[in-house]
């Protein structure tokens, strides 16, 4: 008999050569029914494999990421079998799964459009009905080779080339056809419950454009239909609330390609937005004991060479600018930053510190520019040049929990201005196989990253372990926020420095009179200004709360007769600093009442001969567009509470 030892620690014996799918079984028919594969000793294989040797065993369903892999990889084998059909002259390439979904690459003499999708859909839906067993066979290089060749499939022949030879090379058979594959792949067919191709594109061969350009299709797949609709329904909202269409008809952002890739030119609605963000960030920070700093925008190559950033960040880094190109006896480049830290540090030693000091907590919306591949960059999401809210805390090791707690309270509380109640924590450690990627010093980070989870689990706070998520500097904890859509964002990162301290060589002055090294923190709270103000986009689908909109109350003017009344009024919200304009065009009201609508304004003052006479405003309320009487001090009362609540 063998042990097969489970997920909940619980193990079982079965005997020699078993299946995982009986294995399954034996543990629940529930299971069984939802099993897609087999994950042994951490290594997903088909839930046919028989267990030869104690092991431990998971049983991957489509809850696991593992197990929408395998259940949509085998659609894009379902895929490029239909397509086949269809069109027998076309030459396959690859066809991955990917984050929610797959695609397959081929290579067609006729153009397909995604008018081709529907017949192509249909015939995939076909192969899935036949449920035919998908059957796994090896052969060694030189045969797999020639077989790929038989099958005039040139592009699987050039990669099986190109794998290590004497190694058996799998593939994998449904019905008539075969396609080169490591798997693993679920039994049948007909397993893949639903699925839909979404839409369909060029690509380069292996992604470079030096190669011929092929066509690929993307599609989804999941066990059940009910699964399909809903993703695709939150693919239809998250395409209402993409920041980039928003952007577009309000008159948010632009990024003018002329200027620069990643480079956001914010409009000045936006801008109005971020300036109030701004000053709420600011006013929080000076009562929470942080000094506002400024810094240069660009800095020398030791000081890049000294804080690390040229051997392990020279990738994220712009290239450099040559001095001597300028003046012969500057001998030296200067870098654009990615990063403020190395400037707040050089301040910090501009003068002897002592422990009375400390903490020093000093922040900067500081300006940085990173390289990001053009293909990376995606509106204000991703972007090459952008504003952290950056802070760093120097401190001792005394201070050290309580500062982490510090930061962590600022982060919830200004996750909750923003309507970000749920946050997603994450405790970011380094992975134990890829040591080298981190600085090396074992005591240091062991006890770093557990004074952190410690930090977390005294809080009662819930978390995940991100393996391999720290920097290369020292473990992080951060809060991802759950916006609308349930999806998170990255924005507060807390990030332990065991790095800069040293290399700078940062000491203070103890009270026993001896110098030490501090302790050194690196913070941020929304991330960057334009992720952070993009998301809040598509968090609020472009209606942003009285506080941050960048028009408050629109007033409209009934008639023309109305307009002196009107003016009054907008000089009395004007001088209470509410962000008001006046629509005095001669269109009809309701025209006007819509295009307000349309730009989410949140209050619409209509002022008519009605209002006028009785020296009152009619107020429509965006959120249930009903109107109320009521005088103008009411208002300026209304208003003002939400504005001072944030909502
Ligand atoms: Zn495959
Ligand atoms: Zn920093």
Same mark, same amino acid.
Not at 15 to 29: D, G, L, R, Y
């Given at each position: 008999?063998?042990?097969?030892?489970?997920?909940?620690?619980?193990?079982?014996?079965?005997?020699?050569? +078993?299946?995982?799918?009986?294995?399954?079984?034996?543990?629940?028919?529930?299971?069984?029914?939802?099993?897609?594969?087999?994950?042994?000793?951490?290594?997903?294989?088909?839930?046919? #494999?028989?267990?030869?040797?104690?092991?431990?065993?998971?049983?991957? #369903?489509?809850?696991?990421?593992?197990?929408?892999?395998?259940?949509?990889?085998?659609?894009?084998?379902?895929?490029?079998?239909?397509?086949?059909?269809?069109?027998?002259?076309?030459?396959? /390439?690859?066809?991955?799964?990917?984050?929610?979904? @797959?695609?397959?690459?081929?290579?067609?003499?006729?153009?397909?459009?995604?008018?081709?999708?529907?017949?192509?859909?249909?015939?995939?839906?076909?192969?899935?009905?036949?449920?035919?067993?998908?059957?796994?066979?090896?052969?060694?290089?030189?045969?797999?080779?020639?077989? !790929?060749?038989?099958?005039?499939?040139?592009?699987?022949?050039?990669?099986?080339?190109?794998?290590?030879?004497?190694?058996?090379?799998?593939?994998?058979?449904?019905?008539?056809?075969?396609?080169?594959?490591?798997?693993?792949?679920?039994?049948?067919?007909?397993?893949?419950? !639903?699925?839909?191709?979404?839409?369909?594109?060029?690509?380069?061969?292996?992604?470079?454009?030096?190669?011929?350009?092929?066509?690929?299709?993307?599609?989804?797949?999941?066990?059940?239909?009910?699964?399909?609709?809903?993703?695709?329904?939150? =693919?239809?909202?998250?395409?209402?609330?993409?920041?980039?269409?928003?952007?577009?008809?309000?008159?948010?952002?632009?990024?003018?390609?002329?200027?620069?890739?990643?480079?956001?030119?914010?409009?000045?609605?936006?801008?109005?937005?971020?300036?109030?963000?701004?000053?709420?960030?600011?006013?929080?920070?000076?009562?929470?004991?942080?000094?506002?700093?400024?810094?240069?925008?660009?800095? =020398?190559?030791?000081?890049?060479?000294?804080?690390?950033?040229?051997?392990?960040?020279?990738?994220?880094?712009?290239?450099?600018?040559?001095?001597?190109?300028?003046?012969?006896?500057?001998?030296?480049?200067?870098?654009?930053?990615?990063?403020?830290?190395? @400037?707040?540090?050089?301040?910090?030693? #501009?003068?002897?510190?002592?422990?009375?000091?400390?903490?020093?907590?000093?922040?900067?919306?500081?300006?940085?520019?990173?390289?990001?591949?053009?293909?990376?960059?995606?509106?204000?999401?991703?972007?090459?040049?952008?504003?952290?809210?950056? /802070?760093?805390?120097?401190? +001792?090791?005394?201070?050290?929990?309580?500062?982490?707690?510090?930061?962590?309270?600022?982060?919830?509380?200004?996750?909750?201005?923003?309507?970000?109640?749920?946050?997603?924590?994450?405790?970011?450690?380094?992975?134990?196989?890829?040591?080298?990627?981190?600085?090396?010093?074992?005591?240091?980070?062991?006890?770093?990253?557990?004074?952190?989870?410690?930090?977390?689990?005294?809080?009662?706070?819930?978390?995940?372990?991100?393996?391999?998520?720290?920097?290369?500097?020292?473990?992080?904890?951060?809060?991802?926020?759950?916006?609308?859509?349930?999806?998170?964002?990255?924005?507060?990162?807390?990030?332990?420095?065991?790095?800069?301290?040293?290399?700078?060589?940062?000491?203070?002055?103890?009270?026993?009179?001896?110098?030490? +090294?501090?302790?050194?923190?690196?913070?941020?709270?929304?991330?960057?200004?334009?992720?952070?103000?993009?998301?809040?986009?598509?968090?609020?689908?472009?209606?942003?709360?009285?506080?941050?909109?960048?028009?408050?109350?629109?007033?409209?003017?009934?008639?023309?007769?109305?307009?002196?009344?009107?003016?009054?009024?907008?000089?009395?919200?004007?001088?209470?600093?509410?962000?008001?304009?006046?629509?005095?065009?001669?269109?009809?009201?309701?025209?006007?009442?819509?295009?307000? =609508?349309?730009?989410?304004?949140?209050?619409?003052?209509?002022?008519?001969?009605?209002?006028?006479?009785?020296?009152?405003?009619?107020?429509?309320?965006?959120?249930?567009?009903?109107?109320?009487?009521?005088?103008?001090?009411?208002?300026?009362?209304?208003?003002?509470?939400?504005?001072?609540?944030?909502?």
């Amino acid at each position: 008999m063998i042990s097969v030892k489970l997920k909940n620690g619980n193990s079982i014996e079965v005997p020699f050569s +078993t299946t995982c799918a009986e294995i399954a079984k034996q543990i629940s028919s529930g299971l069984a029914k939802e099993a897609l594969a087999a994950e042994i000793n951490g290594k997903v294989v088909d839930i046919t #494999t028989t267990v030869n040797a104690d092991c431990s065993l998971h049983v991957v #369903t489509f809850n696991d990421e593992a197990g929408k892999k395998v259940l949509r990889h085998t659609a894009a084998h379902v895929l490029a079998q239909a397509i086949k059909n269809l069109y027998p002259q076309v030459k396959l /390439a690859i066809g991955p799964a990917i984050e929610n979904g @797959f695609y397959y690459d081929f290579d067609s003499e006729v153009p397909l459009s995604s008018d081709d999708l529907g017949k192509i859909e249909s015939e995939m839906k076909r192969i899935i009905r036949q449920n035919s067993a998908l059957e796994r066979f090896a052969l060694n290089r030189a045969e797999a080779v020639q077989f !790929a060749e038989r099958l005039n499939e040139p592009y699987k022949a050039e990669l099986i080339r190109e794998l290590p030879d004497g190694q058996p090379i799998t593939f994998y058979r449904q019905g008539d056809f075969v396609d080169l594959c490591a798997g693993p792949h679920l039994p049948y067919t007909g397993m893949i419950k !639903a699925v839909k191709l979404i839409s369909c594109t060029g690509a380069y061969w292996r992604g470079d454009s030096n190669n011929k350009m092929l066509q690929r299709i993307y599609g989804t797949a999941f066990t059940k239909q009910s699964e399909l609709d809903s993703y695709l329904a939150a =693919q239809e909202e998250a395409k209402k609330r993409d920041h980039r269409k928003i952007g577009k008809e309000l008159d948010l952002f632009s990024i003018d390609e002329y200027i620069g890739q990643g480079l956001i030119l914010w409009h000045p609605k936006l801008s109005v937005v971020r300036e109030e963000i701004e000053l709420y960030w600011r006013k929080e920070h000076r009562r929470r004991g942080y000094e506002y700093i400024y810094t240069p925008h660009i800095g =020398q190559s030791n000081l890049w060479e000294t804080s690390g950033h040229l051997d392990h960040f020279a990738e994220g880094m712009y290239p450099k600018m040559k001095m001597a190109a300028k003046d012969e006896t500057e001998n030296t480049y200067y870098y654009v930053k990615p990063m403020s830290c190395p @400037f707040h540090v050089r301040m910090y030693k #501009t003068r002897p510190r002592s422990y009375r000091e400390l903490p020093i907590r000093w922040c900067e919306l500081g300006s940085v520019y990173r390289f990001e591949k053009s293909g990376a960059l995606h509106g204000m999401l991703r972007v090459r040049g952008f504003t952290q809210d950056d /802070a760093h805390i120097v401190c +001792t090791e005394d201070q050290f929990v309580d500062e982490v707690n510090n930061v962590l309270d600022f982060a919830l509380d200004i996750n909750k201005a923003f309507g970000y109640d749920k946050l997603n924590v994450y405790l970011s450690v380094r992975d134990p196989q890829d040591k080298e990627k981190f600085i090396d010093n074992e005591p240091v980070w062991q006890l770093a990253e557990s004074t952190l989870e410690k930090i977390l689990s005294d809080r009662g706070i819930e978390f995940k372990k991100d393996i391999g998520g720290a920097k290369f500097y020292g473990p992080a904890i951060d809060l991802k926020a759950v916006d609308a859509m349930g999806r998170e964002w990255q924005g507060t990162t807390i990030q332990l420095d065991m790095n800069l301290p040293e290399r700078f060589g940062m000491t203070y002055v103890s009270s026993d009179g001896k110098e030490h +090294t501090p302790i050194m923190l690196h913070r941020t709270l929304l991330g960057s200004m334009e992720r952070f103000v993009g998301t809040l986009i598509e968090h609020y689908t472009g209606a942003f709360p009285v506080w941050l909109a960048p028009v408050q109350v629109k007033i409209l003017a009934i008639s023309e007769r109305n307009h002196e009344y009107a003016n009054k009024v907008l000089k009395v919200l004007r001088s209470e600093d509410i962000r008001v304009e006046l629509d005095d065009r001669s269109e009809k009201v309701g025209y006007k009442i819509r295009e307000a =609508q349309l730009g989410k304004i949140p209050y619409m003052l209509i002022l008519g001969d009605k209002e006028q006479n009785e020296n009152v405003v009619a107020v429509r309320d965006r959120k249930n567009g009903e109107t109320k009487k009521m005088n103008i001090e009411a208002f300026l009362t209304l208003i003002a509470e939400e504005i001072l609540h944030k909502r």
